[in-house]
């Protein structure tokens, strides 16, 4: 019998293209890649590599029923934010097992998801969206402190702001303005022409990995980010799992993002949501049809040793999937932080930091050369820590001390 053909939709800006496409190759699959760029390979294995406009949904699903007609397709994969539409759109095209993509737009908009979850009660910031040419100096004086300022469309933080007075507020107006107002910003899709404000929600948070089967949340994972982020730009680092949290609230934080992915109409596929907690429970900060970003998957093992990508993969073709249960040991990742702007001259101290008790790997994704640049306005991550241990607080140990012993020469 021949094998079942999987599309992956692999966007530019993405870190797993690696990932994912050894993932297929432990399956029994034929794999197609997609992506925005034409491939110099492409004209000699047309029928491995597609060249489609992502950002322009209705043409792909044109694109790729021409394709199915010859070589039919038995799942859709979409790898990262920039893909999630399109894959709903190709997927509900085919007739394959995808998101609705009126839900996946919902996510990819950070005003529509507040209004989707707005209507269903899930709890979350207070939130109002403004016009970009409004005046900053009155709406400063409109809203409650301390607030959150961000963009409707962007990731990573990218562009998100607290602010706790009225001066801060335009101060921050300003800056995420200009940073909307960027060419390669406003490309990235409908929303740079808003900014929205959000109250300010304390407390600790964490990141849950799901997968949705018809509508069910399966919680695969649950990181806690042991550094406070308390603003006033929010760059992530560690992220530890499994969840030091007391059960209850874990079964809280769970149920919370179950609701919100029933409230967004999501129903298959991978979840990636942020919850902050207080004394009275779980708020929603952020849920993305999506699985973990960077390479911070790298973390997860499953059963008897299955990546996240297998799983995702095994999924969207409708394969058994021998277990979902984690690997016993606690594991982390750390997203270096950016410790200033400029140009990325050297990174020292990588084999002795390697060499720490716990750590699995460290990888530094930008190279010598490259101009780093810190939140608010920058995308990219400087390099990605892992580590393992027997328990959360040791494989957090292993990656602070692995971190000190990094050094980043970096030129203004
Ligand atoms: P992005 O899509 O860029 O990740 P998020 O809305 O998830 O944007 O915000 C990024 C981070 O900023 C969150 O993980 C959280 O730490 C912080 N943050 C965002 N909104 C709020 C809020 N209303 N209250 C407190 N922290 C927030
Ligand atoms: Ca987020």
Not at 386 to 399: D, K, M
Request: charged share 20%; hydrophobic share 45%; with cysteine.
């Amino acid at each position: 019998m021949a094998r079942p053909r999987l599309l992956l939709l692999v966007p530019t800006t993405t870190y797993r293209t690696e990932d994912f496409v050894e993932a297929a190759g432990r399956l029994e699959v034929d794999l197609v890649v997609a992506a925005e760029k034409p491939n110099a390979l492409a004209e000699a294995v047309p029928e491995r590599l597609l060249t489609l406009p992502f950002a322009d949904p209705a043409a792909s699903v044109r694109q790729v029923s021409d394709y199915a007609r010859r070589y039919p397709i038995a799942a859709v994969v979409p790898v990262d934010d920039a893909t999630t539409v399109v894959g709903a759109a190709i997927g509900q095209a085919l007739g394959l097992r995808a998101n609705p993509m009126a839900a996946v737009r919902a996510t990819r908009n950070k005003l529509a998801m507040r209004e989707a979850l707005g209507r269903a009660s899930v709890p979350q910031p207070g939130f109002a969206a403004f016009g970009v040419e409004e005046d900053p100096a009155a709406t400063a004086k409109a809203v409650r402190y301390p607030c959150v300022l961000k963009p409707l469309h962007l990731s990573a933080s990218r562009g998100v702001i607290r602010a706790d007075s009225p001066a801060e507020f335009s101060a921050a107006w300003t800056r995420l303005a200009a940073l909307l107002a960027l060419p390669e910003v406003r490309a990235l899709g409908e929303g740079a022409s808003q900014i929205l404000v959000e109250s300010f929600v304390p407390g600790v948070e964490v990141a849950l990995e799901g997968m949705l089967t018809a509508g069910q949340l399966q919680t695969l994972a649950l990181f806690d980010k042991p550094d406070p982020l308390d603003g006033p730009y929010f760059e992530e680092t560690i992220y530890v799992t499994p969840s030091r949290l007391p059960a209850a609230s874990q079964r809280a934080v769970g149920d919370c993002a179950a609701r919100a992915a029933r409230a967004l109409g999501l129903t298959d596929g991978p979840v990636h949501a942020e919850l902050r907690i207080d004394d009275a429970g779980p708020w929603l900060i952020e849920l993305a049809a999506r699985s973990i970003g960077g390479l911070c998957a790298r973390t997860l093992r499953f059963g008897t040793g299955m990546t996240l990508e297998e799983i995702i993969l095994r999924h969207a073709l409708g394969w058994p999937i021998a277990s979902l249960e984690r690997e016993r040991p606690a594991a982390g990742v750390m997203m270096i932080p950016i410790p200033r702007g400029g140009i990325l001259q050297s990174v020292e101290g990588l084999d002795q930091a390697r060499a720490v008790p716990g750590i699995e790997d460290i990888t530094i994704s930008m190279h010598r050369g490259q101009r780093i640049v810190p939140l608010p306005e920058g995308s990219e991550y400087l390099g990605f820590i892992f580590s393992r241990g027997a328990a959360p607080h040791e494989a957090e140990a292993s990656l602070r001390r692995a971190h000190a012993l990094l050094r980043f020469q970096i030129s203004s």
